[in-house]
């Protein structure tokens, strides 16, 4: 019998897996190889040069992208082979997402958009999930900004509006592409160590990109990607260990 | 610089060619039949005849052609919206505004000529086809037709100068395009200005008032005198260049209600968004339809009513079947014609929704990444093209049947010895046809892009440019 991702203490697990873009002279290999998971209540940093294969891992283990080949898990389900509405809705009920850019649905107001992941699945939040989105909402600054459109916010909250959404809902797991990327430290501060609550408290389990080491120091477990591959799985480590490691690895080319 | 894209123009070039074919046919027909009326003598002076017939083909042409404008400054302005970066980047490394503009215009200018030529050889065509296989199988006599009279170069110039001046109107957006949007956010933001239009919509609620003044005018001179329909005829006239002119009021919200009717589902809520989102594009998307429906149901409405009073009046009189039948034809005819306008309008309905999803595909690609089925996404878009065509034809429907009954109501007042009140009638064959036909709309519109929308990968909302 075969041992199931849960049995491993895992959310999301990839095995042998590759991805490359395009064939023949212009082929593209994105990753190569990589077999990973993502612990239980883990708040994993995936660091890399850009151009690595940070965010083609993320949307394949997300289920937005389909690999070249190999196979992937979320939680028990292997989703390598399911079809497309299948897949919808493990996104919609399973996983949150902070995208690299463009998050929000223009349409919608800041309410709207942070509500949406209910309003997908036809349901209202329960009282508990209100009350979480209301301290979600104050915590992120949020709370006088509801009625307001998207391109009504800075970059930076607008990114706080994604964070709210990916956890409002408490899905098992949430990727979240340099979801610091467009924020000032203190704020950047702030959000980091609401992801890592988010993990110690609600058992959720989150993948965050990010070049940054002071973001990645927060995390609980570091991936180092290089050229497609996995090169170095660590532990909790200071920003200063994650600089000069990562300097090590610029050396190496 | 060249970014004349054939592709692109597609639809402005099929819009213009309608209106350049209808516009030659029509002239060539009517021409052909006043040749047949004055071969036949019993007729008096048929050179009067000629004029009056191609005077009432004007005014048809008048019609399409003015909907094919407003269909093309729309599809203009939308392209523009799309290619809001590319040039904000030009302007970034120091195109002008104005030269940008004028380079939109000259595109139009190209539009226009190669619609206006495809139209004018299809429409003559199609007259030299119908009247050749017409006078062979007998219906029509063989005689010399003319097929280049000098009218025929009012249609084609027509449509030239149109296209040429919607796509200027169409291009006023490039003037807002700043170089700070090649490196902005990328959400866009409905830069409709409101200032803008304060005048305009003035000047709309001025021409409603006195319009609907002059038809209330009409129906009391009715009492006196059929004549009466003629103030009302200037009053009807008025008002509905008011409402057209004040559209961007109206439509919105005739959306907005539509919208509410739909349904509270996750794509139901975001079609209904969707819809209003551009006031501007939405108003013109729909006006066409809202003119040709309003025209359609104004001559149904007055025709039936019409019809219904003499039914009444002349039941088992001599010659009622007959009367009966031509104003039955009369309402038929002008429904045709005026059906044109409502063909190029549905075109124009169909490529501002393809351009529109063509143009949302990230943020499509975000609903599908969170969530969104791809069936909820076709019905999402099935909901916005049902939600544009339905509000422009209830609109068309209650001003028609409003203006359809002050005609037949200052025209027929006395019909019955003594003043009173016409009891306007609806032809249920007319809202079998309306319904039908905002349904076909609704789908042929919805197809494409609802197809090209679930073929959006998650991931392409997720690629930073
Ligand atoms: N759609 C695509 N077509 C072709 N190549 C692609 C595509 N998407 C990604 N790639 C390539 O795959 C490789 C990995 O890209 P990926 O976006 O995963 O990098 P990344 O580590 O997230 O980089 P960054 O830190 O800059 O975001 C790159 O070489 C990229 O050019
Ligand atoms: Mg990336």
Redesign the interface.
Known sequence: MEITTSDLGLVARVAQLSKSYGSGATEVTALRDVSIGIRKGEFTAIMGPSGSGKSTLMHIMAGLDTPTSGRVWIGNTDISGLGDTELTMIRRRRVGFVFQAFNLVPTLDIEGNILLPFELDGRRPSPQERAWIDELVDSLGLRDRLRHRPHELSGGQQQRVAIARALGSRPELVFADEPTGNLDSRTGREVLSLLASATRSAGQSIAMVTHDPVAASYADRILFLADGAVVEDRGRSSAAEISSFMLEMEQAV | MSSFSVREHVPSILVATLSSTFGVALLQGTDALATMIAADSTFGSSAAVAVALASVALVFIAIATYVGAVVTANTFSTIIAGRTRTIALLRLIGASARGQRAAVAREGLVVGVIGAAIGALLGTAATAGILGVASLAGVVPWLQYSFLEPVLAVPVVGVVLTTWIASWVGSRRVLTVSPMQAIG?????SADSVAHRRGRNAAALVLVIIGVLLLGLGILAGLVSPAGVLIGVVGGMLSFTGVVLGAQVIMPRALRLVGRVLGG??SA??AA??AV?YPERSTRTTIGIVIGVTLITMFAVAGGTFQALFDRLLSGEEGAAEASATIDAVVAIFSVLIGFSALIAAVGLVNNLSLSVLQRT??LG???????????LRGMITAEGAQLTAAAVLVGLVLGFFYGWAGAQSLLALVTGSPSFVVPVVPPLLIVLLVMGAAVVTVVASIAPSRRATRV???T??A?E
């Not at chain 2, 956010?185 to 933001?189: G, I, K």
């Open positions: 956010a990328s959400h866009e933001r589902s996750a809520r975001l968004e969707n989102r990230r943020e975000l609903l599908r990444a969170l969530g969104f089925t791809a069936r909820q990968s998650p991931v909302a997720l930073v």
